[in-house]
């Protein structure tokens, strides 16, 4: 985590030098994005760099818990459902409200998988957790299969769905329903009784 230094910064320097390394970390990838030219774009020496952050990890592992924050407070919390269609509705709006910061965001995009992956557990999972037992309370996920391997593999799915969504968005405007496609995994996923049926507002 960044150095008190860099948190005694003003917000706006804060966030200058958060974005500069983003765009770097999102054009170059994780392992491949240079400290040495990210802090050249955010205006920042090399001694005062070693002075916010303890390194190129530190930097980056910054920048990732920022991507994650903004993913999780995209997606709102996991509130519990009335019945079926209620729980089907909240999924919508979720999965929806996550592919539409995603589309905005191209360097949250670009950095998601990264962000993502480096949780093992916390918040991220937390919010597959709610959702994953909330469906098992209504009977409408299987409860056969390890819960924390259920929450993980849903986890996966609508994150690959989103980035199938967003890359059709781009190459194939207007062609399938992308909704429809996830739920079809989901349902099969789950093993949910409504399998042959779909949100209504599903992103």
């Keep these: 985590m960044p ?8 917000a706006e320097r804060r966030e200058h030098i958060l974005g500069a390394a983003r765009r770097h970390f999102a054009e170059h990838g994780a392992e491949g994005a240079s400290y040495n030219k990210i802090i050249e ?28 924050g ?15 269609d209620d729980f089907t509705a909240r999924f919508a709006a979720g999965s929806t409200a996550l592919a539409t ?6 360097d949250d995009l670009a950095l998601a998988d990264a962000a993502i ?15 994953v037992a909330d469906g098992r309370r209504l009977g409408l996920i299987r409860a056969d299969v390890d819960h924390d391997l259920m929450v993980s593999a849903t986890a996966a799915v609508i994150r690959a769905a989103d980035a199938w969504a967003l890359a059709r968005m781009t190459t194939a405007p207007g062609t399938g ?15 949910a009784p409504a399998a ?3 949100p209504n507002d599903a992103h």
Aim: with cysteine.
């Design 196 to 198: 042959g049926q779909e």
């Design 177 to 191: 329903d992308p909704g429809a496609q996830l739920w079809t995994l989901l349902c099969g996923l789950w093993g």
């Design 70 to 84: 903004r993913l999780l407070d995209a997606l709102g919390p996991w509130e519990p459902a009335r019945d079926e």
């Design 101 to 106: 910061h995603l589309g905005g965001h191209p």
């Design 3 to 10: 150095l008190p230094r860099f948190d005694r910064l003003p």
């Design 117 to 131: 992956g480096r949780t093992c557990g916390g918040p991220w999972l937390d919010w597959f957790g709610a959702l």
């Design 41 to 68: 774009a955010a205006g920042v020496s090399k001694t005062a760099a070693y002075h916010y952050f303890d390194g190129r990890e530190d930097l980056l592992n910054a920048v990732l818990d920022g991507v994650l």
